[in-house]
């Protein structure tokens, strides 16, 4: 039962934290606009500020602390990934390209068959 309490008050106090994140990054915005007659690097250091504010905020919350520890386990399955060689990935653009060239010259082929099947049904020159 206090479990449960405690986890409806850290629910709305994420909600809280995330609504003050959405917040920081509108005044961001906001000011980015208002301060038009100040020199951009300001504007957009400060908006680059204010966002890194926003994910601060918003890492201390649940989904937060979810999305940071998605990250890191993607991450660690990229390094498992075996990327193909040079050599692989040449030949296999080659390969692609080739079939491309292969379908393409093939479905001009029947568009050309047709358009004369048509020519012929239609009686036209």
């Known amino acids: 039962m206090v479990a449960k309490t405690e986890e409806v008050v850290s629910n ?22 208002y301060y038009e007659a100040e020199s951009q690097l300001y ?24 999305l940071i520890g998605f990250a890191r386990e993607s ?22 390209i080739l079939a491309v060239i292969i379908i393409g010259i093939f479905l001009w082929l029947i568009d050309m068959l047709l358009a004369q099947a048509i020519q012929l049904i239609t009686g036209g020159a």
């Open 12 to 33: 709305k106090f994420d909600t809280f934290k995330l609504l003050l994140a959405i917040a920081v990054l509108i005044l961001g915005v906001v000011g980015f606009y």
């Open 43 to 66: 504007r957009v250091l400060g908006i680059v500020f204010a966002t890194g504010v926003a994910v601060a905020i918003s890492s201390t919350t649940m989904q937060g602390r979810n």
């Open 75 to 96: 991450r660690m399955e990229v390094r498992k990934v075996v990327w193909p060689t040079r050599q692989e990935t040449v030949q296999t653009t080659f390969m692609v």
